[in-house]
């Protein structure tokens, strides 16, 4: 007798309920204590693949609180993908929700942040463009400017120090200052690039990945801060190879 594969699903995920009618062992016996270990074994793999892809998050609540964490979100979220490097992407919703750590504002972020260190990893290779005939530009010609970035740039920006708390927890970094940040993640040749820029260069750079021109874009970074500089946000797309293409907005 065969055991249909959503009751099946719902079982392996759900210690409550039953084992599925009709399940049985080699034998023909009732599967009961090997299903219940099969049980066991899928969640602690999904859980520790969630560890894996956020350690960070991991970091922040502790061995234990996250191993809760990962138990309720592994049973309300089993996987969509036979990809399990793509596990957890309703991580920061679920967290946005889960009462336990509401305190905690910025995990969310963090979560987002951490899911994007995936994607730029796992991203599509590309080939930058030359940047050097940006500086010999007339300042015309620059402002009509478009950029196409690389599938591996992402752009997170949230109103928690979300690099700073990444490279304090990840890397040993200064404790963190509460302000807004926005994170730039290029990635130059094989791992994701960190980048922190100000509220301003992350409008700055969110207008040219939306496709606006640099002309454009300098005036909403601008309305966010006049005395915006650009300089910082134009060298990490520049030498993160983030700028694939480059060209000019055609003369009316």
Same mark, same amino acid.
């Given at each position: 007798?065969?055991?249909g594969?959503?009751a099946?699903?719902?079982a392996?995920?759900d210690?409550a309920?039953?084992?599925p009618?009709?399940l049985v062992d080699?034998e023909?016996r009732?599967a009961g204590?090997?299903?219940?270990v099969?049980?066991n074994?899928?969640v ?6 969630l560890?894996e ?13 996250f ?5 309720h979100f592994?049973?309300?979220h089993p996987p ?6 793509h596990y957890g992407?309703a991580?920061?919703?679920?967290l ?5 750590v509401q305190n ?5 972020d963090?979560?987002?942040l951490?899911?994007?260190m995936r994607?730029a ?5 590309s080939?930058?463009?030359d940047?050097?005939v940006?500086p010999?530009m ?6 009509a400017?478009r950029?196409?970035f690389?599938p591996?740039?992402?752009?997170l920006r949230s109103?928690?120090?979300i690099? &700073?708390?990444?490279?304090?927890n %990840? ?8 302000? @807004?940040?926005? #994170? !730039?993640l290029t990635r ?9 820029l100000?509220p ?5 750079v969110?207008a040219?990945?939306d496709?606006?021109?640099f002309?454009? &874009?300098?005036e909403?970074?601008a %309305?966010?801060d006049p ?5 910082? @946000?134009?060298? #990490? !797309?520049v ?5 694939t293409d480059?060209s000019e907005?055609?003369?009316?």
């Open positions: 007798m065969s055991v594969q959503t099946f699903r719902e392996i995920l210690p309920r039953d084992v009618d009709g080699p023909g009732p204590k090997r299903f219940d099969y049980r074994n899928v602690v793999s999904l859980s520790n693949a560890a892809a956020f350690p960070v998050i991991r970091k922040l609540l502790g061995e234990s609180n191993g809760i964490l990962a138990g592994v049973r309300q969509s993908s036979p990809l399990i490097a992407s991580l920061p919703d679920f946005e929700g889960f009462a336990p905690l504002g910025y995990l969310p963090i979560a987002r951490e899911l994007a994607r990893y796992h991203a599509a290779d080939t930058p463009a940047s050097s940006l010999q007339p300042p015309e010609q620059l402002l400017t950029f196409t690389a591996s740039v992402q752009l109103d928690w120090p690099a &700073a708390i990444w490279r304090f %990840a890397e040993d970094g200064p404790k963190p200052e509460m302000r @807004a940040e926005t #994170a !730039l130059p040749e094989f791992d994701p690039v960190l980048t922190t100000t301003a260069g992350g409008v700055f969110e040219l990945c496709g606006r021109n002309g454009d &874009a300098l909403a970074a %309305a966010i005395e915006f500089d650009l300089s910082p @946000a134009l060298s #990490a !797309l030498s993160g190879g983030a700028i480059i907005d055609p003369s009316p």
